[in-house]
């Protein structure tokens, strides 16, 4: 969790940093989300369940699509597509940031090939793509992390004070 919150603080306050280091940092914090999220799923179900019953169905939905998008970044980045697939940043003249990466905005991907995969992964990938399309491709980098750090701070909180 700490490492996560130390990810995302320094990416939504970076600014001038260069291209690849930006990236660098944007794949930490989508790896350190995911893995956050994941843990606080299998090891305080009832917690996590809980910080999600704080919001309504449209904000609930938009959470977890958030998450799923962010899934499908990890497991597309670095192996199927570069960042540059996934990221679109805005740039000075001379190649940096302009102003702070958590403008940056997501691209919209095409929709992956699934029909080596058997059905269910199908499904499983369909469903991460549909996430990404609905909550990431557009979205700020800011927006999305954002979004995420606080609902995991939430969550983790709720595991912490109930454990």
């Known amino acids: 969790m700490t490492a996560m919150c130390e990810t995302t603080d320094r990416l939504l306050k970076a600014d001038g940093w260069d291209v690849p280091h930006s990236f660098a940092v944007i794949t930490e914090a989508v790896w350190w989300v995911t893995m956050v999220d994941a843990t606080l799923v299998r090891y305080h179900p009832d917690n996590y369940t809980a910080a999600l019953a704080r919001y309504d169905a449209p904000a609930r939905k938009i959470i977890e699509d958030t998450f799923g998008g962010l899934r499908f970044v990890r497991n597309r980045m670095g192996y199927e597509a570069d960042q540059e697939a996934f990221i679109r940043p805005r740039l000075t003249p ?70």
């Open 94 to 163: 001379s190649g940096l940031a302009d102003g702070r990466v958590a403008v940056w905005t997501w691209r919209a991907v095409r929709k992956p090939a699934l029909a080596t995969l058997p059905q269910r992964g199908q499904d499983w990938e369909l469903s991460r793509f549909r996430a990404y399309r609905a909550e990431l491709a557009g979205h700020s980098i800011e927006d999305t992390f954002g979004r995420a750090a606080s609902f995991l701070r939430s969550a983790n909180g709720a595991s912490v004070s109930h454990a």
